[in-house]
């Protein structure tokens, strides 16, 4: 159920993604570039969320990590990747970092199948909202970011993760 519910939020937020290219942003942190960090509307009563960033690109040839996210709005924030298994099963699992290599673009949800699981929500996702957080990189150090929270346009997009930990 778990990972069944993943793959579907990962999907949707692929659809969101497409209709907000219009409205893109960034944020500049050293060599590094954060370009459109988006959240996915929770579903009533929901506690987690799932958040996403369209893009990093790193102009650096050094090789930068994304170790740590924290939030306001949540008690903490994974680092999560889904993988789908030799037998077709989607599975969810925690990473340590998310590497960013040098000279290249790294996308957080796209197709690296990386998001970050905001736990224990304060208050839900709403769309338009403007949620706070700090990305933590090894190299560039913090970045104070804003994961804009996307509209729901299908029933996949809304549909959260469930998974326990
Ligand atoms: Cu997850």
Known sequence: ??????????????L??????????????G??????????VSTPGA???AA??????????????????????ASKVLLHQHETTSSGVMKMREVAYISVEGGANTDVGKS??????????RKPLVAGDRIAATLYFELAGPVEVAF?????TSESAINPHQHKH
């Open 31 to 40: 060599a590094l570039k954060i370009v459109h960090p988006f959240a996915v």
């Open 148 to 152: 804009v929270v996307a509209p729901a």
């Open 112 to 121: 690296s199948g990386y998001h970050l699981m905001l736990h224990e929500l």
């Open 47 to 49: 506690t987690t969320g």
């Open 1 to 14: 159920m778990g990972s069944f519910s993943a793959g579907h939020h990962v999907l949707g937020a692929a």
């Open 16 to 29: 969101v993604l497409s209709t907000f290219i219009v409205h893109a942003y960034e944020y500049t942190a």
């Open 52 to 73: 996403f960033i369209e893009r990093i690109e790193n102009s650096l040839a050094q090789r930068d990590r994304l170790v740590r996210v924290s939030s306001p709005i």
